[in-house]
């Protein structure tokens, strides 16, 4: 079992920068992929970014590619998001997930609570 708590959201400006960090419970935290998503008001929820167990492999969606890093560091069971040149479009709760192997679905093991990205511009 993989528990998952997300930090680091809040309102940012436009232009600005965020780092979200998912903190992750369990002993099995190396043996998943691990992947963040965010949901919009009024939208569905969609893939952000992914990166495989060794941190060897990410994909991220087009509309963050070039402004979001992902990582992980298997010593301290965490995944981090690193957002810069946020837009207002960016706004959403954010979700940290886990896998065994990372995929685009929304078919995630395990989910974080959320944390809240606001843009303002």
């Known amino acids: 079992q993989v528990q998952l708590i997300e930090s680091g959201g809040g309102l940012v400006q436009a232009g600005g920068s965020l780092r979200l960090s998912c903190a992750a419970s369990g002993r099995t935290f190396s043996r998943n992929a691990g992947g963040w998503f965010r949901q919009a008001p009024g939208k569905e929820r969609e893939f952000v970014a992914s990166i495989s167990r060794s941190g060897a492999t990410t994909y991220y969606a087009d509309s963050v590619k070039g402004r979001f890093t992902i990582s992980r560091d298997n010593a301290k069971n965490t995944v981090n998001l690193q957002m810069d040149s946020l837009k207002a479009e960016d706004t959403a709760v954010y979700y940290c997930?886990?896998?065994?192997?990372?995929?685009?679905?929304?078919?995630?093991?395990?989910w974080g609570q959320g944390t809240q990205v606001t843009v303002s511009s």
């Open positions: 997930a886990m896998r065994p192997v990372a995929t685009l679905s929304h078919e995630w093991d395990y």
